[in-house]
């Protein structure tokens, strides 16, 4: 398992191997830093589940009503590109028995919003060729930089948060 954000929300699913009946132990092993583990635990998987997909009814971008948003999405004919700022509500109609499923929301594309101005005036175009040419080397390379500001690093990026 490799994991190199520490802002962004994980959950991965691990399959162990189930031959040994009885107690079984797993190790954690993490590097130094501050880790965030909200939950670890071992589940049966029993039986395949077959999710019933719920599309979007209706889409709103400050509370007008959208519907090429609506037809994209539902047809995935085009993506939604959405900007900083932007306020979209999505409208599902569930299932009359909808407080017996758990719900997952499934989404596509990336998550442009976390370019902060702040974070631009840091641009280094010999560091970015040094994360696509050998990322494993360049991690290895800014940890100690990283670890010198890691304390500050969840409450300068909340701090720089967008607002109109």
């Known amino acids: 398992m490799r994991e190199?954000?520490?802002?962004?929300?994980d959950v991965h699913l691990i399959p162990l191997n189930g031959k040994t009946?009885?107690?079984?132990?797993v190790r954690l092993v993490l590097t130094k830093g501050y880790w965030r583990i909200d939950y670890i635990g071992l589940a049966v998987i029993d039986r395949l589940v077959e999710p019933t997909r719920i599309?979007?009814?209706?889409?709103l971008r400050d509370s007008i009503p959208v519907p090429e948003a609506v037809e994209a999405l539902r047809n995935r004919t085009s993506p939604l590109t959405t900007f900083?700022?932007?306020?979209?509500t999505f409208v599902y109609n569930l299932p009359d028995n909808y407080a017996g499923y758990?719900?997952?929301l499934e989404s596509?594309?990336?998550?442009?919003?976390?370019?902060?101005?702040?974070?631009?005036?840091?641009?280094n175009p010999m560091r970015l060729a040094m994360m696509h040419r050998d990322p494993d080397q360049a991690l290895r390379f800014l940890a100690p930089q990283f670890k010198s500001v890691e304390p500050q690093l969840e409450s300068f990026f909340w701090s720089?948060?967008?607002?109109?």
């Open 55 to 59: 599309l979007p009814s209706q889409v």
């Open 102 to 104: 758990e719900l997952f």
């Open 108 to 123: 596509r594309g990336y998550y442009l919003e976390w370019m902060r101005d702040e974070w631009l005036s840091e641009e």
């Open 160 to 164: 720089s948060r967008y607002a109109r």
């Open 21 to 25: 009946p009885g107690v079984t132990r």
């Open 4 to 9: 190199t954000g520490p802002l962004a929300t």
């Open 84 to 88: 900083p700022g932007d306020n979209y």
